[in-house]
């Protein structure tokens, strides 16, 4: 995951590279357009759960993807709709007998943004629904194996983008998710603070 | 007037008082009295016949004494049941026949010993047969259920008795040092002439029951040849060699020991030792004690209207006292114990009188008027005695056999807290008791300092004449000064333990394995993000007595008790998964030895208080699937 959130951080920076290269222009979008992005995500979750913040620590890092679809209204205003996926994994150790477990959540994200495009940089925010599916792994000393399930919740989320190019753009976000869980018995927040960035391609339409 | 009239009133009540005060104040600082409470507690017996000895003996293990009286029949009324007296602390009840140990013979029982045959820590019983006429006339085992209530095993674990028996005396012992308890009869026969002094030939018969460690005896003779007729035996370790000797009280031929070569063959030793080789003497009664506090057995002889006390020196014997009364009784049994808790054995002559030990083993009659012991004057055919502390008031109790009158107790009123008692649980062998252990009782820190030593006591079974004390060993322990004292205690097998900085006042519960302290256990929230289990962690230390502990078994006390883990000696900890959090858990820790002798358990209470919900990190040293 670390490997994944560097590669993105040395696409990212080739990529500011490339642009003060390059002749400076004031737009690089064109006026009125639709398109449509591919993007590649990376960050870490800030867990709420102060249980999860025991076993497992305060954050862990995840990586994804994105698609975005933009409708312009009225440039600069316009409205996205955006499907993302993020996965993370993390080890940690149970709270007494210390033995070693894994978890797994994997989000699906569908969210409703508004978003301001002056062709240089976009800003947008926006709430969403998001589907957690939860795996926890457990040491063979334990007295079951593991425990899964999915929950769905929702998000608010907002960020910006920055055009490097007609095509390429650079992504900075955050995103609160409110996903709660009694299925286990007792609950559990799978909720938290998203922190990300990441690069997208655009195709028009 | 009425001022005088109070005035006079007040001078009696006073003077009712200061007699009280200065009894009371005698008694403390020590003066041997007793009172008889035999009617009091209902132990009386048969009125008019039927006692011949006694063992004080908790055959139901709830704590307190219980006394079994042996009981043989006449011509005219031969169907005379035993008599076993369960103690209930403020009355005794006679259960023989609802618990299985009433007789199985017409004419009754003479010797008789409790001792744990089967090392299942209860005190099952070998209870002799003195013939009277009756075929068959076998000695009898009883297995006790461990609840008091007792099983004749006699048919099935000894075999091939088919000759009619009239035994007097009987011992219980681990005669050839395989870790399992034997038996000796006296009389292997079934009808001797006891006054031919010169029975011929003598007769090499089988006179022990071997223990074959399976369930089992075989008869055996093991070099005890019956030259006349026996009454009392007693054993112990007279020559400080290890193993169990024995002693017998003869009519016609001398009274003598058997010394054992540690294999369990014995051979005759009492004139090589030191004993009178004359014939001719009808002794009843024989004891083995430490007298003058030198950790070796001294000897006294009873019978014939006289007792012989003989001191051990490097297992030779030279008589140095004896002791003759008035009454017309012939003297059957003697019993040795520290009745003024002042550290030295008094003597107690059954029928007779208290006579107080100087120090060095030379004895000075208490006068019955000073000793309370009248009644024991009226004893008309005295016969056995025994000692136990049966009120647990830390002083040694007596209890008569009278064999043409009602029995005596004799409540010990010393009441002060110059005492200290051991008991053993279970011993290097499995069985509770410890017949064969030896107790030294010394001035703290001096362990093995002959001049520290306080009292040196050997568990027997039966002694004297029918006899069978308590197993729980008293000591008299002055507490002036704030004293305190070490117990050595000496298993047959050579194993030792030392109980050190006892108080007076205390009681010391023996084992060859020690339970485990501080026992304790804890609920613990276990927690995953998506699992939370409650775990119980149960803790103990190893206790500093044991030095061979092979390992610990835990319990779960429920409706009984199930084995949950059997763990090495360096675990001190023992986890359980995934427990019922709102459920009442007990558990039981024993420590066992290289000899697979389990220790009492260390139990909990129970309460394992609030469910902790204990952050990281501690390491478990136990992981626990698969460990039961």
Request: aromatic share 12%; with cysteine; glycine share 12%.
């Amino acid at each position: 995951m670390r490997k994944t959130v560097l590669a993105l951080f040395l696409t990212l920076l080739g990529s500011l590279s490339a642009w003060a290269q390059s002749e400076t222009r004031i737009r690089l979008l064109p006026d009125e357009e639709r398109y449509f992005t591919v993007g590649l995500l990376g960050g870490f979750f800030f867990v709420q759960d102060q249980v999860f913040r025991e076993l497992y620590g305060k954050s862990a890092p995840f990586f994804g993807g994105e698609l975005t679809l933009r409708f312009p209204v009225r440039e600069p205003h316009g409205v996205d709709i955006a499907a993302g996926v993020r996965t993370l994994s993390s080890k940690g150790n149970a709270s007494y007998t210390e033995e070693d477990l894994s978890l797994r959540l994997t989000n699906l994200s569908l969210s409703l943004r508004y978003s301001y495009d002056t062709g240089r940089f976009a800003v947008f925010a926006g709430p969403g629904i998001e589907y957690v599916s939860y795996k926890e792994t457990y040491a063979e000393t334990f007295p079951i194996d593991s425990v899964k399930g999915s929950r769905t919740g929702f998000h608010v989320t907002g960020g910006g983008y920055f055009h490097l190019t007609a095509g390429l753009s650079i992504k900075a976000y955050f995103k609160y998710c409110r996903v709660e869980t009694e299925n286990p018995g007792f609950p559990v927040n799978l909720g938290g603070t998203e922190w990300g960035m990441g690069i997208l391609y655009r195709f028009y339409l | 007037m009425i001022f005088r009239y109070h005035l006079r009133f007040s001078r009696s009540r006073f003077g009712v008082l200061l007699v009280g005060l200065i009894g009371t104040a005698a008694f403390s600082f020590g003066q041997i009295h007793f009172t008889e409470v035999s009617a009091r507690f209902g132990v009386r017996g048969y009125p008019e016949f039927g006692g011949q000895g006694v063992s004080w003996v908790d055959v139901n293990r709830d704590g307190r004494i219980d006394i079994f009286v042996k009981n043989r029949g006449t011509e005219s009324l031969p169907d005379v049941p035993d008599i076993l007296y369960i103690n209930y602390g403020d009355y005794f009840m006679d259960e023989a026949g609802s618990r299985g140990v009433a007789d199985a013979y017409p004419y009754g029982t003479h010797g008789a010993v409790f001792v744990d045959i089967d090392g299942d820590q209860d005190f099952d019983l070998f209870a002799s047969t003195a013939y009277g006429g009756v075929s068959p006339a076998y000695n009898h085992l009883y297995r006790n259920n461990g609840n008091g209530f007792f099983e004749d095993l006699t048919s099935s674990i000894i075999p091939a008795q088919t000759t009619d028996l009239s035994t007097r005396g009987v011992a219980a012992a681990d005669f050839d040092g395989d870790g399992d308890i034997d038996l000796y009869f006296s009389n292997p026969l079934p009808d001797p002439d006891p006054f031919n002094p010169f029975p011929s030939p003598p007769e090499s018969l089988p006179n022990f029951y071997i223990n074959n460690g399976n369930g089992t005896f075989t008869p055996d003779f093991r070099g005890i040849v019956w030259t006349g007729f026996t009454q009392g035996v007693t054993t112990g370790d007279y020559d400080g060699d290890g193993d169990i000797d024995i002693a017998q009280a003869m009519w016609g031929p001398p009274s003598t020991i058997f010394r054992n070569d540690g294999g369990g063959h014995f051979m005759d030793v009492g004139i090589q030792v030191g004993l009178p080789a004359g014939y001719g003497r009808f002794d009843n009664g024989i004891v083995w004690a430490d007298l003058d506090k030198d950790a070796d057995l001294d000897l006294a002889i009873v019978g014939t209207g006289r007792i012989d006390l003989y001191k051990n020196t490097a297992g030779s014997y030279s008589a140095y006292q004896v002791i003759r009364w008035t009454r017309p009784i012939e003297g059957f049994q003697v019993s040795f114990g520290d009745f003024d808790n002042d550290t030295d054995l008094d003597l107690y002559l059954s029928g007779e009188n208290v006579y107080e030990n100087e120090g060095e083993g030379n004895f000075t009659l208490v006068p019955a008027e000073e000793s309370g012991l009248a009644a024991s004057l009226s004893i008309a055919e005295p016969r056995g005695c025994a000692l136990a502390d049966f009120d647990g008031d830390g002083d040694l109790d007596i209890y008569v056999t009278n064999e043409t009158g009602p029995n005596r107790l004799f409540r010990n009123d010393l009441n002060n807290p110059d005492w200290i008692t051991a008991e053993i649980l279970i011993d290097t062998g499995g069985h509770v008791g410890g017949i064969g252990a030896k107790f030294d009782l010394y001035e703290a820190g001096q362990v093995g300092v002959p001049a520290s030593l306080k009292g040196h006591r050997e568990i027997t079974g039966e002694y004297g004449y029918l006899g069978q004390d308590s197993p729980i060993v008293h000591f008299g322990a002055p507490a002036a000064g704030g004293a305190k004292y070490d117990l050595l205690v000496t298993f047959q097998d050579g194993t030792r333990r030392v109980y050190g900085g006892l108080t007076p006042g205390q009681k010391v519960e023996v084992a060859s394995v020690a339970p485990p302290l501080n026992l304790n256990f804890k609920k613990i929230e276990n927690k995953a993000l998506f699992f939370r289990e409650t775990l119980i962690e149960i803790t103990w230390e190893p206790n500093p007595l044991n030095d061979d502990v092979e390992h610990y078994r835990v319990y779960e006390l429920d409706q009984g008790q199930s084995l949950l883990a059997e763990l090495s000696a360096s675990d001190f900890s023992y986890t359980l998964r995934n427990i019922d959090k709102d459920k009442v858990y007990r558990f039981a820790v024993t420590a066992v030895d290289s000899l697979g002798q389990e220790s009492e358990p260390a139990v909990t209470d129970g309460n394992a208080g609030a469910l902790v919900d204990r952050s990281r990190r501690r390491a478990l040293n136990r992981t626990l699937k698969g460990q039961i």
